[in-house]
């Protein structure tokens, strides 16, 4: 049986990299954690999880690389180390979107794009 090493089509580069940070069971449970629960600080998901706060922080920065969390305070204008993350509501319903279009044949990823208008 044959290997796919490319994807079938190929994706824009932001999409890629959208579905690449998907990919990885932590950065699924940070986001559902922040769509549900609102704005959090990184040693409170630590908490919450069970991972290390070193690695929540590296996966929190993942994330907001490519533009999935946001800190709620701007570099600038922190104040201590306590940094709060939530989700950019508008990234995350693209890569939902770009999933669906890279999974699904066309037909269906209009109809799951209809639903988020």
Same mark, same amino acid.
């Given at each position: 049986?044959?290997?796919?090493?490319?994807? /079938?089509?190929?994706?824009?580069?932001?999409?890629?990299?959208?579905?690449?940070?998907? +990919?990885?069971?932590? +950065?699924?449970?940070?986001?559902?954690?922040?769509?549900?629960?609102? /704005?959090?600080?990184?040693?409170?998901?630590?908490?919450?999880?069970?991972?290390?706060?070193?690695?929540?922080?590296?996966?929190?920065? +993942?994330?907001?690389?490519?533009?999935?969390?946001?800190?709620?305070?701007?570099?600038?204008?922190?104040?201590?180390?306590?940094?709060?993350?939530?989700?950019?509501?508008?990234?995350?319903?693209?890569?939902?979107? +770009?999933?669906?279009?890279?999974?699904?044949?066309?037909?269906?990823?209009?109809?799951?794009?209809?639903?988020?208008?």
């Amino acid at each position: 049986m044959p290997r796919i090493v490319r994807p /079938p089509i190929d994706l824009p580069e932001h999409e890629a990299a959208l579905l690449d940070a998907l +990919a990885m069971p932590l +950065a699924r449970a940070v986001i559902h954690h922040l769509a549900r629960v609102g /704005p959090t600080s990184s040693g409170t998901i630590s908490r919450l999880t069970g991972v290390t706060p070193e690695a929540i922080r590296r996966q929190l920065l +993942a994330l907001e690389a490519v533009g999935l969390v946001v800190a709620t305070e701007p570099a600038g204008q922190r104040h201590g180390m306590r940094v709060n993350y939530d989700i950019d509501e508008d990234t995350v319903l693209d890569a939902t979107e +770009a999933i669906g279009s890279y999974l699904l044949p066309p037909e269906l990823a209009r109809r799951t794009r209809r639903r988020h208008d």
